[in-house]
């Protein structure tokens, strides 16, 4: 093959596969982007299950977090994407509703991801919780804080820093797993290279050229990582 | 060796019946009829963890080697190497392997096609490549984590480069990387699963068939309990080799004067 | 579910009723497609709805000299549209299934679908039974793959790939040196792949096509298996089906 029918085969507009590439590039993003706001806010909530007195939480969110550490990130997303249909079909039936209704692509991949990343991110909050130095607390109220301005004025403020560096690992490696999301036929990245590889049966260049944009996706969100790092220390580091 | 294969193969027909067997009377006839394709999968899934990892980690030592060292013909290409397989999802690493490559067939791949053909071996190379990228970066970790004057030191003992990396750094650095090369094995384990997409009948594709033909959800659960069952033990094992391998008077807590 | 009751019971009447005045002027048929499965139902480029389903509709309707209207239904409320009243037969290439028989009735089947065997050509293969020892792949949520699986599992290397592209690819490559699919996509696709053929005969899993009308309206379902013996015997079938295919596919 000459570099000709490579850019040719890559090129925008009708003729060429470029343009779907990026089209589905840009699909990845918002499925990791959607995925992260939602995984972020469940795993703050499964955090507050993990730190919570309650015996019977703590038992539910501990047995929600071994169960996606344990299964395959794959399995899992399958679970969802077969699973949430049948949810809604007996919620409606529940209703007295027949419905055929299925559950878009991007809301069950949205789903599926935003739960993996929940169970770890969970984790990282409840780290980051626990290393604010308690003499901080303590002193906070001794001053006569309540519970809840010692939470939103110290803790919370502190736990951004020290959790930064972890969720930054988690989105690199959500960034990565909406790649799964081509097995369920949903158009990002992957499955457009698939598609294309298919149809011109030139699956080397196609799958190396998404290699490429993902290359870049991870190397964009490393760098805003260092930035960001940088900006959480301040003041803290040496 | 043939012995150990043997022995080997029967081990798994036997485990495999005996367990199917003992859970056959406390289970669903959906699970009793699959059982014995899980167990099939379940064996291929440890299979294919086990060799990748043992390889993965001698590939990842040899990376690692040159990642740290004063080199740059060694170093940028080792770091070239770890940055793209951790930059990219494992999944377009198995299909620029898989049917990237596959597609060149039997002319273009010459003696290499009997290994391309087969789609357990293609995820073995992809699983082994990958985890060898991310354990090497766990191993400079704990490389770049020794003091320096132990090196320093062992320097001016006189030892050789060789030396001082079998007898020095590279035993502390594993113990240092011993937990995180752990979890980078359960992630290995749960990676595994996407090699069901180039045809390989692990424990996911079992599971993936299985479910096909009567679109029951259980299935999936019955596949994640197993997988589940396989992160326990792979969990007890790696405490066990930490417990084995830790020095006490290293580890043990100093207590306060 | 009061108010369900009585709207079924109110569509049964009419239904009986427009049945029993259809008897004195031509009948007058509404007929729902899906318009999304070439070659058997599609539009064409003015919108119109073309395929061997409208032909076979048309036929019918010329034969039992019914005036027919054909409508493009999606295929998710399809049959609950027909059990509603919103049209009285579907043409729509639908499998006769168990499930679909609680619900609606089928006339006698006016197509198969056959499984069948592709290879490259030249590949020495001559049907189903050379197979043994050769590496033979299937989609694997298709009917092809459990035949593959149960017929051929142990004899074979079977190997379920996610999509039916990803076969193709595959036995494009000579990974597969043979694939057992559906035979109306695999015909589709060796259309435009020059170097791939079927081989051997259709396999027949008896998965019939039917025709769909409500479950108590008999008269119509016997109007079309009349209407449909008719075209089998006079030709006009094999003429459709010689449009479509160069095998017969009853």
């Given at each position: 093959m000459n570099n000709e029918s490579v850019f040719s085969l890559l090129?925008?507009?009708?003729?060429?596969w470029g343009d779907d590439l990026l089209a589905g590039a840009w699909i990845t993003v918002q499925l990791a982007a959607v995925s992260l706001v939602c995984g972020l806010a469940l795993g703050l909530l499964l955090a507050g299950g993990r730190l919570s007195p309650w015996r019977p939480l703590n038992w539910l969110t501990n047995t929600y977090i071994i169960f996606i550490r344990g299964t395959p990130e794959f399995l899992v997303l399958l679970l969802v994407f077969f699973g949430l249909d049948l949810v809604v079909q007996q919620i409606a039936a529940g209703l007295g509703i027949q419905s055929s209704f299925e559950v878009p692509k991007f809301a069950a991949a949205v789903a599926g991801l935003s739960l993996i990343f929940s169970a770890y991110a969970s984790e990282v909050f409840r780290g980051a919780y626990l290393a604010v130095p308690t003499g901080q607390i303590e002193a906070a109220t001794a001053t006569g804080m309540s519970a809840g301005q010692v939470f939103w004025r110290v803790r919370l403020p502190q736990m951004w820093r020290f959790a930064l560096p972890g969720l930054a690992n988690l989105w690199m490696v959500l960034l990565k797993d909406t790649s799964l999301a081509a097995v369920i036929a949903l158009d990002e990245l992957l499955r457009q290279a698939k598609v294309a590889s298919e149809s011109t049966l030139q699956p080397l260049v196609f799958y190396l050229a998404a290699g490429a944009i993902y290359l870049v996706l991870t190397a964009v969100s490393d760098i805003a990582r260092h930035r960001l790092e940088l900006g959480a220390r301040r003041g803290y580091a040496r | 060796m043939f012995d150990f294969v043997r022995v080997y193969l029967n081990f798994k027909i036997a485990a495999s019946d005996g367990i199917c067997g003992a859970l056959a009377p406390i289970s669903p006839d959906l699970f009793v009829n699959a059982c014995p394709r899980f167990f099939d999968g379940f064996f291929v899934t440890l299979e294919l963890l086990l060799l990748s990892s043992v390889l993965g980690f001698l590939i990842a030592v040899a990376v690692v080697l040159a990642r740290v060292s004063s080199s740059r013909f060694l170093s940028i290409p080792a770091h070239a190497y770890i940055y793209v397989f951790r930059g990219t999802p494992l999944l377009v690493q198995l299909w620029v392997l898989y049917y990237g490559l596959g597609s060149m067939g039997a002319e273009g791949l010459g003696p290499l096609w009997p290994f391309f053909k087969e789609g357990w071996w293609v995820g073995l190379l992809t699983l082994t490549l990958n985890t060898a990228a991310y354990v090497a970066e766990i191993l400079r970790g704990g490389i770049q984590n020794l003091p320096h004057g132990q090196i320093e030191a062992a320097e001016a003992c006189g030892m050789t480069w060789s030396q001082r990396m079998r007898r020095i750094i590279f035993p502390q650095a594993i113990r240092i990387a011993w937990p995180a090369y752990g979890n980078e094995v359960i992630l290995l384990m749960k990676a595994?699963?996407?090699?069901?997409?180039?045809?390989v009948m692990d424990l996911m594709g079992q599971t993936r068939t299985i479910f096909s033909r009567s679109?029951?959800?259980?299935i999936f659960l019955y596949g994640a309990a197993l997988y589940l069952v396989l992160a326990g033990l792979l969990t007890l094992g790696l405490r066990l080799v930490e417990a084995r391998m830790t020095i006490p008077s290293f580890t043990q807590p100093k207590s306060p004067r | 579910m009061f108010k369900k009751l009585v709207t079924v019971a109110l569509v049964a009447t009419i239904a009986a009723a427009s049945a029993g005045s259809a008897i004195a002027q031509p009948m007058q048929i509404r007929i729902a497609t899906e318009?999304?499965?070439?070659?058997f139902n599609q539009k064409d480029a003015a919108g119109n709805l073309v395929g061997f389903d409208i032909d076979i509709a048309n036929a019918l309707c010329a034969e039992m000299k019914a005036e027919c209207t054909v409508v493009a239904q999606d295929w998710d409320g399809i049959i609950p549209g027909l059990v509603a009243n919103k049209y009285d037969a579907i043409i729509a290439s639908m499998s006769i299934t168990p499930e679909r028989q609680q619900s609606v009735g089928f006339t006698e089947p006016y197509y198969s679908n056959y499984l069948h065997v592709m290879a490259k050509?030249?590949?020495?293969?001559?049907?189903?039974?050379?197979?043994?020892?050769k590496s033979v792949g299937a989609e694997r949520s298709t009917v092809a793959s459990q035949w593959a699986e149960d017929n051929l599992g142990r004899s074979a290397d079977v190997k379920l790939y996610d999509t039916q592209t990803a076969a193709y690819s595959d036995l494009d490559a000579g990974r597969i040196d043979a694939m057992v699919s559906d035979i109306y996509p695999a015909y589709d696709w060796l259309q435009t792949h020059d170097g791939f053929e079927f081989i051997g005969d259709n396999i027949d899993i008896a998965d019939k096509i039917g025709i769909a009308v409500r479950k108590d309206d008999n008269e119509l379902r016997e109007a079309l298996n009349g209407a449909l013996k008719t075209i089998r015997d006079n030709g006009t079938y094999a003429t459709i089906n010689a449009k479509y295919f160069p095998f017969d596919i009853y």
């Open positions: 090129a925008f507009g009708d003729t060429g | 595994s699963a996407l090699v069901s997409t180039i045809t679109y029951d959800l259980s | 318009g999304a499965y070439p070659p050509k030249g590949s020495g293969i001559a049907g189903a039974d050379d197979l043994a020892g």
